[in-house]
């Protein structure tokens, strides 16, 4: 039976981080759904539909990554109840320091308790990348730095034609 697992987040931009994240990710199950989070809860620079084709652009242009294994969707509801419509029981999420780990924690202990199938897989990625989170990129851009070593050239391209 072919593994499916869910990479919520909100990719606002994709970064190499959480592209070593889908690559590990990729040695484990046969699928990587990435799902991106359209929720009220947080002021997106990139709305739901440029996110998706800027991951798209990034793994699968960029990247070159397989795109028989990797499905990106945007979605609105619960990642356990995703998790159902996809027939997945695994959660990934990916860890870059300490500081992250207890609200990691914290949330895979809520999703456990929402559905008790489900499991969360804590990824971390390569060192090189730990450092890097889609807001200090989006910091750096938007006061002219360089963003190369943090994310792809198409993402740059879409993060420079936002703040031009």
């Known amino acids: 039976m072919k593994k499916n697992a869910i990479y919520p987040g909100t990719f606002d931009p994709i970064t190499y981080g959480h592209i070593d994240v889908i690559k590990k990710a990729l040695n484990i199950v046969d699928t990587v759904i990435v799902a991106i989070s359209d929720g009220d809860n947080k002021d997106y620079l990139f709305n739901s539909d440029e996110r998706i084709e800027i991951v798209k652009k990034a793994l699968f242009l960029d990247i070159k990554l397989n795109k028989n294994r990797i499905k990106i969707i945007s979605f609105k509801s619960l990642t356990t109840d995703l998790c159902k419509k996809h027939k997945s029981n695994i959660i990934l999420r990916g860890l870059r320091a300490v500081s992250d780990f207890e609200y990691e924690f914290q949330l895979a202990g809520m999703n456990r308790k929402l559905n008790d199938n489900v499991e969360t897989i804590f ?31 198409s993402t740059i391209k879409s993060l420079k034609q936002k703040y031009d």
């Open 123 to 153: 990824l971390m990625s390569n060192v090189e990348n730990q450092i890097i989170s889609s807001k200090f990129v989006k910091e750096i851009i938007s006061l002219g730095g360089d963003i190369k070593k943090f994310t792809t050239k």
